[in-house]
C-alpha cells in the first residue's frame, strides 16, 4: 500500500470529502500525467490510468473542474482495468493560462491549469542569453498568483562572467524573494537548492525552453528518475508501466511537477500577483496625499518623491507601469469571454444530476 501522504495529501484535501462519497468507495488520489483523455493517478493501490466518469465530466462541461497534474481527484479503484475519476478536489495552488481554442476548459472560466498542489515555484533564467529582470518579475508576479512561493534560479554559471552582479541586480528588483545561482554542469550551487527539497513537499519549474530544467531536475533526481520510469508495477492486476509522467516522486520524498504546460505559462490573471512583488510601490501609491493621484503632475506625490530622491528607479517603477498594464488587459479579455460565456449559460436548460447517479 501506498501512503498518499508521501505524495502531499494533507488534511484540507481529507476533510473535502464526504460521508457520501467515503462510503461509496471513492478514495483519493493524485494525478501524475494526462494525455488527451488518458490520466495516470496514483493512489493507496499504487499507479494506475484511470478515466473520468463520464456521465459527471461531460454532461454540462460549463460547471465541472477537470482534473490537471498534480491534482486530488476522488476515484473509484479498480483492480482488472482504469480507476474511474469522480471529483476533483479543491486545489491549494494552481498554475493557469488563457486557452482561447478551449473557453470551457476550468470552471467557466477561460483559463487552463497547467500544474496544481505544489509548495515552491522555481522560477528559472539562464544567466546567459535568457537573462533578463522584466520577465524575471513577470514569472515572479505569476508564481505569487498561483499560491506558490517562488524561488528564482538562475542558471548555467559557468557560462558566465558577471553572475554576481546579475544576480545583484535581480535582487535589488525582487527584495525578499530567493535567488540562487547554479550550473548543472559543474554543481555551482546545487547545495542551496537542497533547503527546498522536503519529502512530500512538491516543485514546479517555469522559465522558457533551454534553460536547463531537465539538466537541474537530473542533477537534484540524480539517476533516481531513470529508475523510478523503469520500475515495474503490478500489472498483473491490470496495472500499467508508466511511459511518461509528469509528476514524479524522488528517492528523497520530493515531488516534481514538469508539464508541458508551463513553459507557455501567460500572467493574464496576474494584478494579485503583482501587487506582491511590488509591495513597495503599492505601499508609496497608497502615502501618495491625494488618494486619485496618477503620479504625474500632483503635488505630494509620493511616487515623483521616491524617484527623485532615488530610492525607487525609474526603470521599476515603468515596469511595474507595464506589467499592470498587461495584467488588466489580459483581465479584461478574460472578463469579456466569461460575460460572453454567461450569457450563452443562461439560454441552456441547467442540467439537475441525479445525485444517485454520482456514485
Ligand atoms: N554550460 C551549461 N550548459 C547547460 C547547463 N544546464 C543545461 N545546459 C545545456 O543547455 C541545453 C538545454 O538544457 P536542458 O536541460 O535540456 O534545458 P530545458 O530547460 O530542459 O529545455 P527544454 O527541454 O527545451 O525545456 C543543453 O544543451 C544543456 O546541456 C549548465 O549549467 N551549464
Ligand atoms: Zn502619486
Request: hydrophobic share 40%; net charge negative; with cysteine.
Given at each position: 500500500?501506498?501512503?498518499?501522504?508521501?505524495?502531499?495529501?494533507?488534511?484540507?484535501?481529507?476533510?473535502?470529502?464526504?460521508?457520501?462519497?467515503?462510503?461509496t468507495g471513492l478514495i483519493p488520489a493524485r494525478v501524475t500525467s494526462i494525455q488527451k483523455e488518458n490520466y495516470q493517478v496514483v493512489s493507496a493501490y499504487g499507479n494506475n490510468n484511470a478515466k473520468l466518469k463520464g456521465s459527471l465530466f461531460y454532461l454540462d462541461s460549463k460547471f465541472v473542474t477537470y482534473p490537471a497534474v498534480g491534482d486530488f481527484v476522488l476515484i473509484k479503484p479498480n483492480y482488472q482495468g482504469d480507476d474511474i475519476i469522480y471529483r476533483v478536489l479543491e486545489r491549494r495552488t494552481c498554475f493557469s493560462r488563457l486557452n482561447p481554442s478551449q473557453p470551457n476548459a476550468v470552471n467557466g472560466s477561460s483559463a487552463q491549469i497547467v500544474a496544481s498542489n505544489?509548495?515552491?515555484?522555481?522560477?528559472?533564467?539562464?544567466l546567459n542569453y535568457d537573462f533578463n529582470v522584466r520577465r524575471a518579475e513577470r514569472y515572479v508576479a505569476a508564481a505569487w498568483q498561483s499560491g506558490g512561493i517562488p524561488i528564482?534560479?538562475?542558471?548555467?554559471?559557468?557560462?558566465?562572467?558577471?553572475?554576481?552582479?546579475?544576480?545583484a541586480?535581480?535582487?535589488?528588483?525582487?527584495?525578499?524573494?530567493?535567488?540562487?545561482?547554479?550550473?548543472?554542469?559543474?554543481?555551482?550551487?546545487?547545495?542551496?537548492?537542497?533547503?527546498?527539497?522536503?519529502?512530500?513537499?512538491?516543485?514546479?519549474?517555469?522559465?522558457?525552453?533551454?534553460?536547463?530544467?531537465?539538466?537541474?531536475?537530473?542533477?537534484?533526481?540524480?539517476?533516481?528518475?531513470m529508475k523510478v520510469n523503469s520500475i515495474r508495477e503490478e500489472d498483473s492486476k491490470g496495472r500499467h508501466t508508466t511511459t511518461y509522467r509528469q509528476l514524479f516522486r524522488l528517492e528523497n520524498g520530493v515531488l516534481l511537477i514538469d508539464t508541458p504546460g508551463m513553459r507557455e505559462l501567460g500572467i493574464w490573471d496576474a494584478e494579485e500577483g503583482i501587487s506582491e512583488t511590488f509591495a513597495d510601490i503599492e505601499d508609496l501609491t497608497s502615502s501618495c496625499r491625494f488618494h486619485n493621484c496618477r503620479h504625474q503632475e500632483e503635488p505630494g506625490c509620493a511616487?515623483?518623491?521616491?524617484?527623485?530622491?532615488?530610492?525607487?528607479?525609474?526603470?521599476?517603477w515603468s515596469s511595474y507601469l507595464k506589467l499592470l498594464k498587461e495584467a488588466r488587459r489580459s483581465a479584461?479579455?478574460?472578463?469579456?469571454?466569461?460575460?460572453?460565456?454567461?450569457?450563452?449559460k443562461t439560454r441552456e436548460k441547467h442540467v439537475n444530476y441525479n445525485k444517485e447517479e454520482w456514485y
Open positions: 500500500m501506498i501512503n498518499l501522504s508521501d505524495y502531499g495529501y494533507q488534511d484540507i484535501f481529507e476533510r473535502q470529502i464526504t460521508e457520501n462519497e467515503q462510503q505544489f509548495d515552491y515555484v522555481f522560477v528559472m533564467l539562464s528564482v534560479v538562475l542558471t548555467k554559471q559557468d557560462l558566465c562572467i558577471d553572475y554576481e552582479e546579475k544576480a541586480l535581480l535582487q535589488s528588483a525582487l527584495p525578499g524573494i530567493d535567488i540562487h545561482v547554479i550550473s548543472a554542469h559543474t554543481g555551482f550551487g546545487i547545495e542551496n537548492l537542497q533547503k527546498y527539497l522536503k519529502p512530500a513537499h512538491t516543485l514546479v519549474f517555469m522559465g522558457s525552453s533551454g534553460i536547463g530544467k531537465s539538466s537541474l531536475i537530473n542533477v537534484l533526481s540524480g539517476n533516481v528518475l511616487v515623483k518623491e521616491a524617484i527623485q530622491n532615488g530610492s525607487l528607479t525609474n526603470e521599476r479584461r479579455k478574460a472578463a469579456m469571454l466569461k460575460s460572453k460565456k454567461e450569457t450563452t
